[in-house]
């Protein structure tokens, strides 16, 4: 049996394309995968395979300071996600519905955390944060998690903004004017017609905001405090003194959440667009 | 058929900037009626139709609903309801939610709503197809559930705005008098937009005509396509030759137009009330000219009624158009005039049929022009 002639859009069958599949694939996903094999090591150093084991995990477990972290990461995460979405939700629909003097540059100003240096934005809430408006301290968990997640929120919610106001642009003004023909208020017109349209976009921001912010390390490190350690500042610390397999551990824990999330994410989105005909 | 007022419309004016998109309507729409608002893209009947849902206001004037001021009444509390040029079928509801939307709103309890719904989808012929979802429905169904959403709510008047732009050529056919017929069986009255001249003739029992805002002729659709207000309405509805000239006789009873267009005079058995000399339009369907055949140093036929010498010239065949039912044929005439004819096609074959570079005679009764001042 011959082999069937290479077509001319067959790239992926001809060797130019697949050494540079092989490349991308090593130097995306080489680094992820040693690191999570070597969270099985028994060997203290990450240089030696020397036997299986899933001592590291317990030990990361146990860690309280690690767990603190973790557990900080999380719930800034969550909030500052919940916040940037109904606040990215707002601003976009804002700019997609109204004319106001000044919306040009109002919507350049909403980019500018998108664009702006995240040093520079860290350095930033920095002085804000210790010389204009200190945030109180010693405030009862997670309050006096506050300051970072207003640091979170200012960087994640025109991500989700940006989201929104592009799946606005393909929504049919008529099916809100449909809505409110119909009898509709002002409000629920919006909740039954409006939100719908936009949920893909709010699943698809939201998921952003939580990677955002969950692995957001130069803004934090400025934000916080001694108390208010997160994931991502702990395991740079841990890290300066030694690479201990327990960071391996602790960071796959954290690439299987975020790929589990995202994972979920995606899936519903995808039902989501299917479910509304992908208009 | 004709009932009392239901809606006023009085000088109603809309500007955007400085665009004048309805300018100062004056119209009386009666209780039962199928209104049709007709006109080009862009006379503004979309925007009228929209000011009688809510969806804009009027810089000037004031619509009445059922003898009702609707100045700063919301859409949703306006006792009309519309099927929206994209139906705007709510995409992620399900067939039966959707008409259902709207008794939600008002608070309708839930085993009327069932009961009231059903009905409506067996109105419009969906019954059965109450758990699809819109993307599993074809254009011509999607429009159903938006006619069924409106009319579920038992509106005083239903608003439709080019509600079958979007169908293909034979569906738009069968939804003409589907329309037409869920119409009568409702009772509501119908105001519909529309830019097809067909679909309101075929479907409407009044006719607005627009143009550029203004309001042109207001008539049933034989009244508009007979007795054409002015040059614009004539030209709109149909197709029909067009002949500028000068009134030259204008009696009571008849009326002679000369046209440097044609090489004899324009006769009609009606006067016209105007002084002589004055510029005028004759406007003569393509339907209403006959077409004979011209032998070589034949005499010109004569036609009844009318002083030899008018209504007849001669000409010669320089393109055909056969459609079917019926076929377009244009004739020119020596002097000029290119006038277009049209035959229906009676029977399949034709002993002595026209063709091609053909000379000809035209010949019109004296009753076929419309004789127009504007």
């Known amino acids: 049996m011959s082999r069937e002639a290479i077509g001319p859009l067959d790239y992926l069958r001809r060797w130019p394309l697949r050494l540079w599949i092989a490349l991308v694939a090593i130097f995306l996903y080489a680094p992820l995968i040693t690191l999570m094999a070597f969270s099985f090591n028994e060997s203290k150093r990450n240089i030696i395979w020397t036997g299986f084991t899933f001592d590291w995990y317990f030990k990361a477990f146990r860690n309280a300071g690690l767990l603190e972290a973790f557990t900080n990461s999380l719930t800034i995460a969550a909030l500052s996600t919940a916040i940037s979405v109904v606040l990215g939700a707002l601003v976009a629909v804002a700019c997609w519905r109204f004319r106001f003097p000044f919306k040009a ?127 991502p500042v702990k395991v740079y610390s841990m890290v300066r003194f030694s690479v201990t397999p327990e960071v391996n551990a602790a960071s796959t824990v954290l690439i299987v959440l975020t790929v589990l999330l995202t994972a979920i994410g995606l899936k519903l989105q995808g039902r989501e667009v299917a479910k509304s005909g992908g208009a | 058929m004709v009932g009392k007022t239901l809606i006023r419309i009085e000088g109603v004016t809309k500007r955007f900037g400085q665009f004048t998109a309805v300018d100062d309507v004056n119209l009386e729409i009666e209780e039962g009626e199928f209104f049709a608002l007709l006109g080009p893209s862009g006379c503004g009947k979309t925007t009228l139709l929209r000011m009688l849902a809510g969806l804009e206001v009027p810089s000037d004037g004031r619509i009445l609903i059922d003898g009702e001021d609707m100045a700063g009444v919301p859409p949703n509390k306006r006792p009309v309801n519309m099927v929206f040029q994209s139906y705007a079928v709510f995409p992620h509801m399900s067939v039966a939610d959707n008409v259902a939307y709207g008794l939600r709103m008002d608070g309708v309890a839930k085993a009327e709503r069932a009961e009231r719904v059903a009905d409506a989808l067996a109105l419009v012929k969906l019954d059965g197809m109450e758990d699809r979802k819109p993307d599993q429905l074809s254009g011509g169904q999607r429009q159903r559930v938006a006619l069924a959403r409106a009319l579920v709510k038992r509106p005083r008047v239903l608003l439709l705005d080019e509600p079958l732009s979007a169908l293909d050529a034979k569906l738009r056919e069968a939804m003409r008098s589907e329309l037409a017929q869920i119409q009568d069986k409702v009772g509501v009255t119908f105001v519909m937009v529309t830019h097809d001249q067909d679909e309101a003739l075929a479907m409407a029992t009044r006719c607005a005509v627009m143009n550029r805002g203004l309001l042109q002729q207001v008539a049933s659709p034989t009244d508009l396509y007979e007795y054409p207000a002015n040059r614009f309405v004539a030209d709109f509805i149909g197709s029909v030759n067009m002949f500028e000239g000068r009134l030259t006789v204008d009696e009571p009873d008849r009326a002679v137009i000369t046209s440097s267009a044609l090489p004899v005079p324009i006769y009609v058995d009606h006067g016209v009330t105007g002084a002589t000399g004055t510029a005028v339009w004759a406007a003569i369907r393509p339907e209403k000219i006959e077409m004979l055949h011209r032998p070589d140093g034949g005499l010109p036929p004569r036609v009844a009624g009318v002083p030899e010498g008018h209504n007849v010239v001669p000409g010669r065949i320089c393109h055909i158009a056969y459609l079917g039912s019926e076929t377009v044929y244009d004739v020119q005439v020596d002097s000029g005039a290119r006038i277009k004819v049209l035959r229906s096609n009676v029977a399949r074959y034709e002993e002595r049929g026209f063709d091609w570079e053909q000379p000809v005679w035209l010949a019109w009764h004296p009753r076929s022009p419309a004789v127009l001042l504007s």
């Open chain 1, 105 to 231: 540059g109002f919507e350049g100003t909403l980019a500018l955390p998108i664009v702006v240096p995240e040093i520079c934005m860290g350095v930033a809430m920095l002085v804000f944060f210790s010389r204009v408006m200190p945030w109180p301290a010693g405030l009862p968990w997670p309050l006096n998690l506050g300051a970072i997640i207003i640091a979170h929120v200012s960087f994640c919610f025109p991500f989700v903004a940006v989201i929104v106001r592009a799946r606005l642009a393909s929504f049919n003004r008529e099916l809100e004017e449909a809505a409110k023909d119909l009898g509709a208020s002002e409000w629920r017109s919006f909740m039954d017609v409006l939100v719908p349209h936009m949920r893909p976009a709010l699943v698809a921001g939201a998921l952003l905001a939580f990677t955002l912010s969950l692995d957001d390390f130069v803004i934090t490190f400025f934000t916080a405090g001694p108390d208010t350690v997160t994931f």
